[in-house]
């Protein structure tokens, strides 16, 4: 199983950035996907989500009208565009594959992005 993110970088405030979660091992479509991020001296919190057949998608106060969750199951990705981003958005952003069958929970991790805003 793995997930891999890409496309953290710097970034100006007031720029954008695309955030990609490659998926393999699993069944990508069974699975429900996360964004969380952690930022320095601070704990993990999850950003956004979007179910398995993305018919609904979720998003923390802080960032909705900003960022937007998307995946393309045939691909096995899921792609985070982070619009406007502002210095407090700094962070390493993790993709995370959620399941809940038969009352199991399954998650699985990516080893994260760093996303710098900054000028």
């Known amino acids: 199983v793995q997930l891999v993110e890409s496309g953290g970088g710097l970034v100006q405030p007031g720029k954008s950035l695309t955030l990609t979660c490659t998926a393999s091992?699993?069944?990508?479509?069974?699975?429900?996907i996360q964004w969380h991020r952690q930022a320095p001296g601070k704990e993990r919190e999850l950003v956004a989500t979007?179910?398995?057949?993305?018919?609904?998608?979720d998003y923390i106060d802080s960032v909705k009208g900003r960022f937007t969750i998307s995946r393309e199951n045939a691909k096995s990705t899921a792609i985070l565009v982070m619009n406007n981003l502002k210095a407090e958005d700094t962070a390493v952003y993790y993709c995370?594959?959620?399941?809940?069958?038969?009352?199991?929970?399954?998650?699985?991790w990516g080893k994260g992005t760093l996303v710098t805003v900054s000028s």
């Open positions: 995370s594959g959620v399941s809940i069958a038969l009352g199991i929970r399954t998650q699985y």
């Open positions: 091992g699993f069944t990508f479509s069974e699975y429900a």
């Open positions: 979007i179910n398995n057949v993305a018919l609904h998608d």
